[in-house]
């Protein structure tokens, strides 16, 4: 098992999509203005893109302009410290072809507002990578620390 400096367990890509079609929600972050936004989404996996029903506003400006995006999707328990997280980095667009639409009106994807939303978001995933805080990877973190020579 591979961890990060921070004695987080590295996520490999294969469980990373194992871990995205377990979850519903996730959060879009993208840029406007130049100011950073992070959105709430339900989506779902097609061909290990992300898929996202949106109707007109800022999720639908990205894809429209094909904007790089962050997608990042998480679980936790405060109650015994542990987690995991995913974040996918990739291009935004919209779902035009007429084929590929009916793939993606297909999915049990709803738009929370309204049902009429018929216009889908792909996230082409480009880099993937994810956490996973284990029970003890805390005391892992400062068994190591401690053990290093102090400068």
Do not use: Y
Not at 58 to 76: C, N, R
């Amino acid at each position: 098992m591979a961890v990060d400096r921070n004695g987080l367990e590295i996520v490999s890509r294969e469980e990373c999509f194992h871990l995205l079609s377990l979850a519903h929600v996730g959060r879009i972050a993208l840029s406007i203005g130049a100011l950073p936004v992070i959105l709430p989404v339900n989506f779902h996996l097609l061909d290990d893109d992300i898929i996202v029903r949106s109707g007109p506003g800022t999720k639908m400006d990205a894809a429209l302009s094909h904007t790089v995006v962050a997608f990042e999707v998480d679980a936790f328990s405060p109650m015994d410290h542990t987690g995991w997280s995913v974040l996918v980095q990739g291009l935004a667009h919209e779902i035009s072809d007429p084929g590929e639409l009916r793939r993606a009106s297909a999915l049990p994807l709803r738009a929370w507002a309204s049902d009429r939303v018929t216009r889908f978001i792909r996230i082409r995933p480009q880099e993937v990578s994810g956490r996973r805080l284990v029970q003890g990877a805390a005391t892992l973190v400062t068994a190591a620390t401690s053990e290093q020579p102090h400068a």
